[in-house]
């Protein structure tokens, strides 16, 4: 064979790729997203904002009261805080931590 001389073309199978599109390929994740995640909270959500019932899952009509009487208890707002503060104190910990780790590891190595 020449140097001019194309070498002979050798298909590769594909695996359905070209025919049906890589987007399609997300269908699956996408179903199993909104079935075990959006659907769930959407309920949740909706449960929230209904009066309670005895009878059926779901009261009639809608309303706020349930959040007002939430945000409206002390012990909330403290348990709230105090969340919010370990978040905090966890974070900077962390960080206080880790940087140093990540500036030595690269230096002395893994062993």
């Known amino acids: 064979m020449s140097a001019t001389e194309a070498a002979p073309r050798v298909d590769t199978p594909t695996i ?3 025919r049906i599109g890589p987007v399609w390929m997300l269908v699956p994740a996408l179903v199993l997203l909104i079935g075990f995640f959006v659907l769930p909270y959407l309920s949740i959500i909706t449960m929230s904002l209904r009066e309670a019932s005895t009878r059926a899952v779901y009261g009639e009509g809608f309303t ?3 959040y ?3 945000l409206g208890d002390p012990f909330i707002w403290r348990i709230l805080g105090r969340t919010l503060l370990m978040g905090a104190i966890v974070t900077v910990v962390t960080l206080l931590l880790g940087y140093p780790v ?5 230096i002395r190595g893994r062993a």
């Open 68 to 70: 007002a009487t939430a």
């Open 16 to 18: 359905g790729v070209g």
């Open 64 to 66: 706020l009261a349930h």
């Open 102 to 106: 990540a500036i030595i590891l690269p």
